[in-house]
């Protein structure tokens, strides 16, 4: 079955410093990957999705994230970090039957 | 485009009452709705996968006399929360499929609160 790993539950970053945030997959064939944003009693939005074709997705609000086939990884990445950024994060694997499965999540914490 | 509601945006009940939320696609047809649910600093847990016009298919685990769902249309699913309890409170969380899309791409409402006192 398919599973969606974060390791990192917090993160804490300086505004101004650069991001990765890590996400594995489990899941057989070709994944459909997704980065969702979520803010305290909010719903999700959708950073980027990687489907097919280049594996480097650019998304909203200057994340980007690079799929991986080999290390089954698709890591989020953002340059500089804005106090905006602060959120929960899930990266996600959908199957052929519309069927999305969230990571645990990891919760970003911005330094002044 | 692509919005989805969900009402209410939160909810307070008795245990023992039973609650409905909707779940709306504002601008598009969607032929296949999710629900979620997500505890307090949890991930979000499919319950549910509501096709328009036929029955709710559950995950394993998930009570379907006790989380009763109806997609009556294409723009509309419902999620009845029966016989509430205190473990019932979460956030529930909806999502629609773009009919016609040929890949998998959900939107997301943006949740509802429930607690159960």
């Known amino acids: 079955a398919q599973s969606v790993t974060q390791p990192d539950i917090h993160i804490t970053v300086s505004e101004g410093a650069s991001l990765e945030l890590r996400c594995n997959y489990s899941y057989g064939a070709t994944p459909y990957l997704f980065w969702y944003v979520q803010s305290p009693g909010q719903g999700l939005q959708l950073l980027l999705k990687y489907f097919s074709g280049d594996t480097l997705v650019q998304g909203i609000k200057g994340f980007e994230a690079e799929f991986k086939r080999s290390q089954s990884s698709f890591n989020l990445r953002k340059p500089s970090v804005h106090w905006s950024d602060a959120a929960e994060y899930f990266c996600a694997v959908a199957d052929r039957d519309d069927k999305i499965i969230f990571g645990k999540g990891t919760r970003l914490h911005i330094l002044p | 485009g692509a919005v989805v509601s969900q009402h209410p945006s939160w909810v307070i009940c008795k245990s023992g009452t039973s609650v409905k939320i909707e779940c709306r696609s504002l601008d598009f047809q969607a032929t296949t709705m999710f629900w979620y649910r997500q505890f307090p600093k949890q991930s979000l847990m499919l319950m549910a996968t509501?096709?328009?016009?036929?029955?709710?298919?559950?995950e394993q685990g998930v009570e379907k006399d006790k989380f009763l769902i109806n997609h009556a249309s294409l723009t509309l699913s419902t999620l009845t929360v029966t016989s509430a309890h205190p473990e019932d409170s979460s956030f529930y969380i909806c999502?629609?499929?773009?009919?016609?899309?040929?890949?998998?791409?959900?939107?997301f409402g943006p949740g509802t609160r429930l607690t159960v006192l």
């Open positions: 999502s629609a499929r773009v009919r016609g899309r040929s890949y998998n791409e959900q939107f």
């Open positions: 509501s096709n328009e016009g036929s029955k709710a298919t559950y």
